[in-house]
């Protein structure tokens, strides 16, 4: 059964940063692009970043571009989210997800595979 599990949520004050790991099992998903979306409460889950297999092509949100870095370790099946000055917007569940499109990643319905997510609160 594939499973994708998120970790390294948390509450941080703003300015400050979080690392979210996504750790894969059950199949290898190094030929899979691997996304990161979010949803803050009461909002659709919207794209935050992406990585192509190969971790050449990483596309982001422009919301997060420049602060939000994507990366993956396919020795380990995992996938990473470097978050930097975060700010009180950033607050909302993320989500790892696994896609075999070949372009784009950035709609929801490109994903076969997500994690159950993981909640980050960025305090004022």
């Known amino acids: 059964q594939a499973q994708l599990v998120e970790s390294g949520g948390g509450l941080v004050q703003a300015g400050g940063s979080l690392r979210l790991s996504c750790a894969a099992s059950?199949?290898?998903?190094?030929?899979?692009?691997m996304g990161w979306f979010r949803q803050a409460q009461g909002l659709e889950r919207e794209f935050v970043a992406a990585?192509?297999?190969?971790?050449?092509?990483?596309p982001y949100a422009d919301s997060v571009k420049g602060r939000f870095t994507i990366s993956r370790d396919n020795a380990k099946n995992t996938v990473y989210l470097q978050m930097n000055r975060l700010k009180p917007e950033d607050t909302a569940v993320y989500y790892c997800?696994?896609?075999?499109?070949?372009?784009?990643?950035?709609?929801?319905?490109?994903?076969?595979?997500w994690g159950q997510g993981t909640q980050v609160t960025v305090s004022s």
């Open positions: 997800a696994a896609s075999e499109a070949r372009s784009s990643w950035r709609a929801v319905n490109e994903y076969a595979y």
């Open positions: 990585i192509s297999w190969s971790g050449l092509t990483t």
């Open positions: 059950g199949r290898t998903f190094s030929t899979y692009a």
